[in-house]
């Protein structure tokens, strides 16, 4: 069964967090905390530190944020890309309507995070974990996002 959990909303003193964190340490579980959000493109440093989690927890491992539909479908497409060599276009399928991912809505910075580094990736091969640590910015990709800018001008 699972080993690891890695949430997605971060530690928190309100009971929601305190419920898990002690369902965790009874049922045997390793929780790992890192903050992400759904409605901003976040600093590279975060999303580091997930791939990071995520090559070192042990494994089976789980992530979850609040619904599920946002930061880890985002998590879910970034997993795919990173550790089984799925293509963007394969992976953006974790960000969709099925799983409730509203893309119009604020949360689509999600899938313009992927729009961006899949322009990226048509000017020159990368893969997406080199790209977050050298190349992602996130102030650049949400100003993108924002002002509605194609994705291929701030690739």
Request: proline share 3%.
């Amino acid at each position: 069964g699972i080993k690891s959990v890695i949430n997605l909303r971060g530690s928190d003193p309100r009971a929601h967090y305190l419920f898990e964190e002690e369902s965790c340490r009874i049922l045997g579980l390793q929780l790992y905390n890192s903050k992400l959000h759904a409605r901003n493109a976040v600093p590279r440093e975060r999303i580091v530190a997930v791939i990071d989690l995520m090559r070192s927890v042990q494994r089976p491992f789980m992530f979850h944020c609040k619904s599920g539909a946002d930061r880890a479908g985002f998590c879910a497409a970034m997993y795919q890309m990173i550790f089984d060599g799925v293509s963007v276009q394969k992976a953006r399928e974790q960000l969709s309507i099925k799983y409730i991912h509203l893309k119009w809505s604020k949360t689509g910075v999600q899938d313009y995070i992927l729009d961006v580094f899949e322009a990226r990736q048509a000017k020159g091969d990368i893969d997406f974990e080199t790209w977050i640590r050298t190349e992602y910015d996130n102030n650049k990709i949400q100003e993108g996002f924002d002002s509605k800018t194609p994705a291929a001008q701030i690739a």
